[in-house]
């Protein structure tokens, strides 16, 4: 190879300049390793040093020397996240040895192997998640449903499955339905012999829309109907004893009734009714697999409180009942492009535009939020996000107590918008607390049952700081902590929260990519996943890979070939969660397969180096690494390419973000 080299002099000039823009390279990790205190990492100081080392790295555009080494058959930098500076030092012997470059004192490699590195990462991982199955490398984590409280077939089924962890969301039910769910593991557990680690997610300061003022108390009954309009299959409604007078159903479709009369009842037995609309009806009595009755319609009937229900004995006598209670009928507000929206920081119930006669608008739509406090921050031409980014608008004007939204997106024909929907606000810095006074009630909760707490809407690390002080006024200053970045404040001030992560283990990190997506933009969201996975594996901190894996399988039964790309990609996280649905352990077992076969097929992956610009903001606080720009040799694009442009307080870069 020296050989055929010496006698290429273009290749000899190009390999020493190579060798002096990756020196120049070096020079700017060990400067940026100097210029931070690496003493309150305790065991952690080498992953903080080769975090160090990336974030210093990451600033350089290195494509298209990337690209020349890959000629020269050595490492192309490109799966250096774990061990920066031993891989740049193995390219720079290699120049040096190669007798045409000449070789600097650089003495002993201060950063960890790739060995090292992967143990570390594995050994981060451990310590958080928990130990990983023989044959899959990959936890899974399963947000447990409602249903787990009572069913303990279906934990049990999760846990044979291939769940590993069980992820207990306290946005919803409570502690007495937690402590259910709790027991139900710990008794599979028990059978099968073998550890779940729990998680207990706080809620956090998320912006939901409130109540919408509900409809009148109906059931609505509609058969399944061909093309044509046919009836092909009845609706079917639980029959049950309603409860005291005045008091409605509970949340559910069922059809309440005088117990009395119900137990008169039998199956195939035909009732007879007006409903709502005064149209004459009929429902046939049927078993259900339980053994209790089902009311079984072929038309499209409406029922309310107090309907007149009339069965016929089988000498013709009637026997009548009314329905009992039913609950409101839950409602959505319609809106569409160009209307407002009013959002308020009152608690009253939402409802849909009133409309004059004329057809114009008297009272715009309007809903309510559940964190006015955010109102404060919000500015004039800031956009707004609701329902996972469904609906999208422009905010026009704000005052204390309420924003006025121009909706400028819906999918075609509009949108409903309903209670308790996520609202982001991707323009405006919110200066919220990260722990509610709900979420200190849960903390209680979590760390006398939980392994683990999940900490959401991280923005600094001086939110882990809070909850760390939490931790330890409550006796347990270890214990594990996932951090979930779903907001872009978070992912711009991710280099810091990773650092404060190390100095306060166990800690991960969690891609929330539903509200990441709507916070960045989904066009974004792609390269946004993948550089949090890169800085993670850089500070051998353990990654989950989290919102909508497997969604279509577990919801419907039926996954997308979409969804099965993206499940496998999971492969590179330490943890995949799969979130709650009526088929969510066939989905856990197709998760364990598709994991175990990608891992015969890949480790992580190869990154192209090109200047990430979330790493801009960490260096501004080190002032002393300013005096280093990449080279302009680095910068410079190739021949045809775009020209590079100047972003304001960072260097020049390709213009790709």
């Avoid at 003495?107 to 310590?127: E, H, I, M, Q």
């Avoid at 447990?144 to 962890?165: I, M, Q």
């Avoid at 923005?459 to 760390?468: A, F, G, I, K, N």
């Avoid at 990154?607 to 080190?622: D, G, N, T």
Wanted: glycine share 8%; net charge positive.
């Amino acid at each position: 190879m020296s050989a055929r080299i010496a006698a290429v002099p273009e290749e000899i000039g190009s390999l020493r300049r190579l060798s002096l823009r990756l020196e120049r390279i070096r020079t700017s990790l060990l400067r940026l390793e100097n210029s931070v205190d690496l003493t309150p990492f305790g065991k952690r100081r080498e992953s903080a040093l080769n975090l160090l080392h990336y974030i210093a790295f990451r600033r350089f555009d290195l494509r298209r020397d990337q690209a020349h080494l890959t000629r020269l058959a050595l490492s192309s930098l490109g799966r250096s996240e774990s061990h920066v500076l031993y891989t740049l030092d193995a390219v720079l012997d290699w120049l040096s040895r190669s007798h045409t470059v000449p070789g600097g004192s650089r003495g002993s490699p201060t950063g960890p192997d790739p060995s090292r590195g992967r143990k570390l990462l594995d050994r981060n991982a451990r310590d958080l998640l928990g130990p990983s199955r023989r044959g899959r490398g990959v936890r899974i984590m399963v947000t447990l449903p409602t249903e787990a409280a009572k069913d303990y077939r279906l934990v049990r089924s999760l846990l044979e499955s291939g769940t590993d962890l069980a992820r207990i969301n306290c946005a919803h039910d409570g502690p007495a339905e937690w402590t259910q769910m709790l027991r139900n593991i710990h008794r599979a557990e028990r059978a099968l012999g073998r550890r779940c680690r729990i998680e207990l997610d706080l809620g956090g300061p998320k912006l939901r829309t409130g109540p919408v003022r509900p409809g009148p108390p109906v059931l609505k009954l509609r058969p399944k109907r061909d093309p044509l309009g046919r009836a092909t299959a009845p609706a079917l409604v639980p029959v049950v004893p309603a409860l005291r007078p005045g008091a409605a159903q509970e949340a559910g479709r069922a059809l309440p009734v005088n117990g009395e009369w119900l137990r008169r009842r039998h199956a195939d037995e035909s009732v007879e009714l007006r409903d709502a609309r005064g149209s004459p009806r009929a429902l046939r009595l049927v078993l259900d697999a339980g053994g209790g009755l089902l009311a079984e319609a072929w038309k499209t009937t409406y029922l309310t409180s107090g309907t007149r229900l009339t069965a016929r004995s089988p000498r013709g006598r009637k026997d009548s009942t009314r329905v009992g209670d039913l609950p409101p009928s839950e409602q959505r507000i319609r809106l569409s492009v160009g209307e407002k929206l009013v959002v308020s920081a009152r608690a009253a119930p939402g409802e849909t535009a009133r409309l004059d006669p004329r057809g114009r608008v008297r009272r715009p739509a309007h809903i309510s939020c559940t964190l006015p406090e955010a109102f404060r921050y919000v500015r004039p031409g800031e956009a707004i996000w609701l329902d996972d980014g469904r609906i999208g608008g422009t905010i026009r004007s704000t005052t204390p107590d309420r924003l006025i939204v121009e909706v400028t997106q819906t999918p075609e024909g509009g949108a409903w918008l309903a209670a308790d929907k996520g609202i982001n606000l991707p323009d405006t810095s919110l200066e919220v607390p990260p722990l509610s006074p709900q979420d200190l009630e849960d903390l209680r909760f979590a760390v006398r049952h939980a392994d683990l707490v999940g900490y959401s809407f991280v923005q600094t690390p001086e939110d882990l700081d809070r909850l760390r002080s939490e931790l330890s006024r409550l006796g347990r200053p270890r214990m594990g902590v996932v951090v979930k970045i779903e907001t872009r404040r978070g992912f711009d001030h991710l280099p810091d929260i990773l650092l404060a992560a190390l100095r306060r283990p166990p800690m991960g990190i969690m891609i929330a990519r539903g509200d990441l997506a709507v916070e960045v933009g989904f066009e974004r969201l792609a390269e946004v996943q993948e550089e949090v996975l890169w800085l993670c594996e850089a500070a051998h901190m353990p990654a989950i890979w989290a919102t909508q894996v497997l969604e279509g399988l577990t919801k419907s039964g039926q996954p997308s070939r979409a969804e099965v790309t993206d499940a496998a990609m999971g492969e590179r996280a330490e943890c995949v969660m799969l979130n709650k649905g009526p088929h969510v352990v066939e989905a856990v077992r197709a998760l364990d397969s598709i994991l175990r076969r990608m891992q015969s097929h890949q480790a992580k992956k190869t990154a192209m180096l090109r200047h990430l610009h979330v790493v801009e903001r960490f260096l501004a606080h080190h002032r002393s690494f300013e005096a280093d720009r990449p080279s302009p040799s680095a910068r410079r694009p190739r021949r045809g390419g775009r020209r590079p442009h100047r972003r304001a307080g960072g260097p020049r870069t390709f213009n790709e973000d």
